[in-house]
Every structure is written in C-alpha cells, then in structure tokens.
C-alpha cells in the first residue's frame, strides 16, 4: 500500500469517527407531547357578545402548537363560569362546533375549552380557556323587567375572609336587558351605607376578589346583597330580594352561626301541594337526555324550559302515580316550577314520601277547522 493510499485511509477514518462521536453525542430533540404539554386555546368566539338563538350558535377557537397537537377538544358550556352549576359537554375534532342544543333567551352563558391528547388509550386533558356570550333578543323599550333572583351563595352561607364570594342571580325575563345589572353589598339591609357597588355589564354574577373580603369587611359579620337590571335611558328594573352571606375566619368563633336558621317556604308557583311527611333526605335526579320541563305532567301541557343532559335537580313533588317529577325550572330561576318526564331521567334517594303536586287544569285544545290539515 503506498504512503498516499494509506494516508487517505486514515483520514477517512478519521472523519468517520468525528462523525460517529458527534451522532453519539447528540440529545434527542423528540418532543414528548402529553396533557401537562398541551397549551390553551385562543380567541374564542363568541365571546361578550350578543348571539342570534334563531340559529345554532357557533364556537370557534385557535390552537397555535403546531408540535402538539390535541386528538380532540373538549367544550363546556353553562350559566356558571366556575363550573358551579352543571353544564353540558360536547366534543369537537376541529376548532369550531355548531352547538347542537337550543339555548335560553336573555341569558348569560359561559363555556370552556379543553385541548385533549389521547396516549396509549388514556384520555388526558390540558388548560381550559373560558368564554361568554349572551342571548337576545335584546328588550326593547318599554318591556317590563322583572325580578332577579338570588340563586347563589344561599342565604346566610359563611364564607372566610381569605376566598373570594360569587354572587349569582338569574333574571327570568325573557329579554336581555339593554344596559347593565347593578349589584349592591352592605353590613345593612337597608342599604342605607353601601360597601360595593358594581355594574356587571350583561353578566349576571359578580365575584369579590379576596383581597376585598379581606380588606373591608369584618370577620363574624353578616353583609346583604342584591342586584337589579338598569336599561340605558330608561328606569331600572326592580330589586332582587335581599340574600345575605356571612364573613367568618375558618376556625374563628362566630356566634352568627350558631344561631339556627329560619326556614323559608318553597314558592309553589300555580300548584298546591298535598301535606305529606317531611322528607328527611331530598331525592334528586339527572337527566339522562334533553328533556322538556312542562306546566304540568302529560305532553299536553306546555313546555316551559329545558333539563339538559346531565344536569340534576332536587324533586320537589310528583303527580299521584310518580311518572312525572315536579323540580324547580333548570334556567328560569329559583321559585319557578315545572315538570319533566320521569322517563327520561334518573332518580336518586328516597321518593315515597315526596309530597304529590295538585297539577293545573290540562289546556283546552281549539279544535281545527273541518278543512284543515291534522296536526300530529
């Protein structure tokens, strides 16, 4: 072998070791994608807007990770931000979904979007972004607004100092008032001295940042609140009834709470109740399906709202042969009744002694001309 021959080997094998060594050297650059690796989704629409319900209502989204894609969204939507009150939950391989459910008119809903990556079978679920949107029609001048009602937190719930309060209230009217609610808070229920006050805009709760509760108020102290609509140019529609909260320090003594409370009676709405035994722990139950709640138990009442699926309520009463379930209306507000099929629901706790609802009076069918075309 000559000098030359043998010089271009070794240098031959030489590069081809530099090249080995830097490969073995080298750190895999493989990005793991996984749910703790999923990022939010962005620019949500709708989002503090007014939607058209004539129509189904689209949600759309972006994505921006182009290295970790989700195999599929998770959308949540509901009248409460926090997921406090149930919602319903559909899911979308795109980022867009025409919500297949119909929605309330002059209501606030929120909903959420949740990138989710499947692994090895194993459904994992990332960051969620919220949104919100209301329905129309927007009220016009003139319309009657009527009054709120306190939904959350329950009369007289302590809270301590360091969290932050969510006060909720749903409007029954069956507009979105053109302006904004007003939400008052005092140590008085007269309010004669408010504490707070805040518009809301078209949103219908208002949370307290702890940083207030622990700035103002007075630990062992009961403080009223209530909220009402307040139109543009026009009169402000009337108070909520006054509902209560008290501040207590987790561990403090607080005498407030050792008082025992004053039990309210549940509004009845047209029905009247047959007195039965207590029922000493409410039955509830959950929609298995969409489910229509009516002004009485036969499809020949009218629907008043809708139980969607999922959701649970408390069972306030029955008609005599326990078929049809008298429960508060899903999305009106709290003192509003109707009633859903028990059918399609599923039932929980004891129901034997829930007290039987006296229903009103079917409605009376106009009978069609003889010329008319029957209706199924």
Request: glycine share 10%; net charge negative.
């Given at each position: 072998?000559?000098n030359?021959?043998?010089?271009?080997?070794?240098?031959?094998?030489?590069?081809?070791t530099?090249f080995?060594?830097?490969?073995?050297?080298?750190?895999?650059?493989?990005?793991?994608?996984?749910?703790?690796?999923?990022?939010?989704?962005a620019?949500?629409?709708?989002?503090?807007?007014?939607?058209?319900?004539?129509?189904?209502?689209?949600?759309?989204w972006?994505?921006?990770?182009?290295?970790?894609?989700?195999?599929?969204y998770e959308?949540?939507?509901?009248?409460?931000?926090?997921?406090?009150?149930p919602?319903?939950?559909?899911?979308s391989?795109?980022?867009?979904?025409?919500?297949p459910?119909?929605?309330?008119?002059?209501n606030?809903?929120?909903?959420?979007?949740?990138?989710?990556i499947?692994t090895?079978?194993?459904a994992g679920?990332?960051?969620?972004?919220l949104?919100?949107?209301?329905?129309?029609p927007?009220?016009?001048?003139?319309?009657?607004?009527?009054?709120p009602?306190?939904?959350?937190?329950?009369?007289?719930t302590?809270?301590d100092?360091s969290?932050?309060?969510?006060?909720?209230?749903?409007?029954?009217?069956a507009c979105?008032?053109?302006?904004?609610?007003?939400?008052q808070?005092?140590?008085?229920?007269?309010?004669?001295a408010?504490?707070?006050?805040?518009?809301?805009?078209?949103?219908?709760?208002l949370?307290?940042?702890?940083?207030w509760?622990?700035?103002?108020?007075?630990?062992?102290?009961?403080?009223?609140?209530r909220a009402?609509?307040?139109?543009?140019?026009?009169?402000?529609?009337?108070?909520?009834?006054?509902?209560s909260?008290?501040?207590?320090?987790?561990?403090?003594?607080?005498?407030?709470?050792?008082?025992t409370?004053?039990?309210k009676?549940?509004?009845t709405?047209?029905?009247?109740l047959?007195?039965?035994t207590?029922?000493s722990?409410?039955?509830?139950?959950?929609?298995?399906?969409n489910?229509?709640?009516?002004?009485?138990?036969?499809?020949?009442?009218p629907?008043?709202?809708?139980?969607?699926?999922?959701w649970?309520?408390?069972?306030?009463g029955?008609?005599?042969?326990?078929?049809?379930w008298?429960i508060?209306?899903?999305?009106?507000?709290i003192?509003?009744?109707c009633?859903?099929?028990?059918?399609?629901?599923?039932?929980?706790?004891?129901?034997?002694?829930?007290?039987?609802?006296?229903?009103?009076?079917?409605?009376?069918?106009?009978?069609?001309?003889?010329?008319?075309?029957?209706?199924q």
């Open positions: 072998m000559s030359k021959t043998r010089n271009g080997l070794l240098a031959g094998i030489f590069l081809l530099i080995l060594t830097a490969c073995g050297g080298q750190q895999d650059t493989t990005v793991v994608c996984g749910a703790g690796t999923l990022q939010a989704a620019n949500l629409t709708p989002s503090d807007v007014v939607v058209d319900t004539s129509k189904p209502v689209t949600l759309s972006t994505y921006s990770d182009p290295n970790c894609q989700p195999t599929y959308i949540v939507l509901g009248v409460a931000h926090d997921g406090s009150m919602g319903t939950t559909q899911a391989q795109t980022t867009s979904l025409d919500w459910e119909a929605l309330q008119p002059g606030t809903y929120f909903w959420t979007v949740y990138p989710v499947v090895n079978g194993q679920r990332g960051p969620g972004q949104g919100y949107f209301y329905t129309g927007v009220c016009a001048a003139g319309d009657a607004l009527l009054t009602q306190a939904i959350t937190p329950p009369d007289g302590p809270f100092p969290a932050g309060i969510t006060l909720r209230w749903d409007d029954p009217t979105l008032p053109d302006g904004s609610y007003n939400v808070v005092a140590k008085t229920a007269d309010f004669s408010a504490l707070y006050a805040s518009q809301t805009g078209h949103i219908t709760e949370s307290l940042a702890s940083g509760t622990t700035d103002v108020v007075t630990d062992c102290t009961r403080y009223y609140w009402r609509a307040e139109p543009a140019g026009a009169d402000p529609g009337p108070w909520s009834a006054t509902s909260f008290i501040i207590n320090q987790v561990g403090g003594a607080c005498p407030l709470l050792d008082a409370p004053t039990a009676p549940i509004p709405a047209t029905a009247t047959v007195p039965q207590p029922v722990a409410p039955a509830s139950l959950q929609a298995n399906v489910v229509n709640c009516r002004r009485g138990p036969s499809a020949e009442y629907i008043l709202d809708t139980l969607y699926k999922s649970s309520s408390r069972i306030y029955r008609n005599e042969d326990s078929t049809w008298y508060n209306s899903p999305n009106i507000a003192g509003y009744y009633w859903v099929w028990g059918g399609a629901v599923t039932v929980t706790g004891d129901t034997s002694q829930v007290p039987i609802v006296q229903p009103p009076p079917p409605p009376t069918v106009t009978p069609l001309p003889p010329t008319a075309t029957p209706v």
